[in-house]
């Protein structure tokens, strides 16, 4: 059974930095494409980031561009988002999945982890 597990979320002022942890069990990792998404509060979930197996090439959604790096480290089998300058509208619950397609499309991540909250003050 594969498990995603999140953590590192947090409270922080804007203008701060976390990063999100996420340590995958139960699948062989090097072969899954990992991505983040999040939820804010009323809004529906969206994409955030993905990586590919390899770690050779990412894609980012253009409101955390330049903000965020998604990173992999395989013999970890964990995923990481690493966010700076962080503003209040990043304030959500932030998921990591797994799936095989290096996708933006919910539907093609087959597990996913529980969430853990990010929360920005301005």
């Known amino acids: 059974q594969v498990q995603l597990v999140e953590s590192g979320g947090g409270l922080v002022q804007a203008g701060g930095s976390l990063r999100l942890s996420c340590a995958a069990s139960g699948r062989t990792f090097i072969n899954s494409v990992m991505g983040w998404f999040r939820q804010a509060p009323g809004k529906e979930r969206e994409f955030v980031a993905v990586?590919?197996?390899?770690?050779?090439?990412?894609d980012y959604a253009d409101s955390v561009k330049g903000r965020f790096t998604i990173s992999r480290d395989n013999a970890k089998s964990t995923v990481y988002l690493q966010m700076m300058g962080l503003k209040p509208e990043d304030t959500a619950v932030y998921y990591c999945a797994m799936g095989v397609l290096g996708s933006r499309r919910m539907d093609d991540y087959e597990y996913w982890g529980q969430g853990t909250q990010v929360t920005v003050s301005s």
């Open positions: 990586i590919l197996q390899s770690g050779g090439w990412r």
